[in-house]
C-alpha cells in the first residue's frame, strides 16, 4: 500500500524560503524507477484544491502552476523515496495545506487532482507579511 507523508514548512515570513518533503513508503525500489507521477497540491480555507507542481518519474519531465512558476521547484533523492518541495520568494498568498500525491503512470494532467489515488494527510504553510 502506498504511503505518503509530508514534513516541514509551518510558519515562514514573507520572502523568505522553506522546503516541504513527502516520504513515499509502499513501493518497491523497482518500481520508483519507472513510470510514476508525483505532484504537490495546496489548498487554503475555502478554496478548491489547486495542484501547483508535479514530475512525471522516468520522463524527467515537470509542470508547475503559473501561480508558482520560477518560484517552486519539485525534485526527487536519488533513492526515489521522497519528493521535495522548494519554495522560494514565499507570499502570504501561498499559504494553506500542502499535501503530496502520487500515482502509477504517467498523469495526463498532472495538476489536476482527479488523476491521484494516493496522498499524504497534508501539512500546513503559513506565510505571514
Known amino acids: 500500500q502506498v504511503k505518503l507523508l509530508e514534513s516541514g514548512a509551518q510558519s515562514v515570513q514573507a520572502g523568505k524560503s522553506a522546503t516541504l518533503s513527502c516520504d513515499v513508503s509502499?513501493?518497491?525500489?523497482?518500481?520508483?524507477?519507472?513510470?510514476?507521477?508525483l505532484a504537490w497540491f495546496r489548498q487554503a480555507p475555502g478554496k478548491v484544491r489547486e495542484g501547483i507542481a508535479a514530475?512525471?518519474?522516468?520522463?524527467?519531465?515537470?509542470f508547475y502552476a503559473d501561480s508558482v512558476k520560477g518560484r517552486f521547484t519539485i525534485s526527487q533523492n536519488n533513492a526515489k523515496d521522497t519528493i521535495f518541495l522548494q519554495m522560494n520568494s514565499l507570499e502570504p498568498d501561498d499559504s494553506g495545506t500542502y499535501f503530496c500525491?502520487?500515482?502509477?503512470?504517467?498523469?495526463?494532467?498532472?495538476?489536476?487532482?482527479?488523476?491521484?489515488?494516493?496522498w499524504g494527510q497534508g501539512t500546513q504553510v503559513t506565510v505571514s507579511s
Open positions: 509502499g513501493v518497491t525500489r523497482s518500481r520508483r524507477q519507472l513510470e510514476w507521477t
Open positions: 500525491a502520487a500515482e502509477a503512470g504517467w498523469v495526463l494532467s498532472p495538476l489536476l487532482s482527479g488523476g491521484y489515488n494516493h
Open positions: 514530475l512525471q518519474v522516468g520522463a524527467g519531465r515537470t
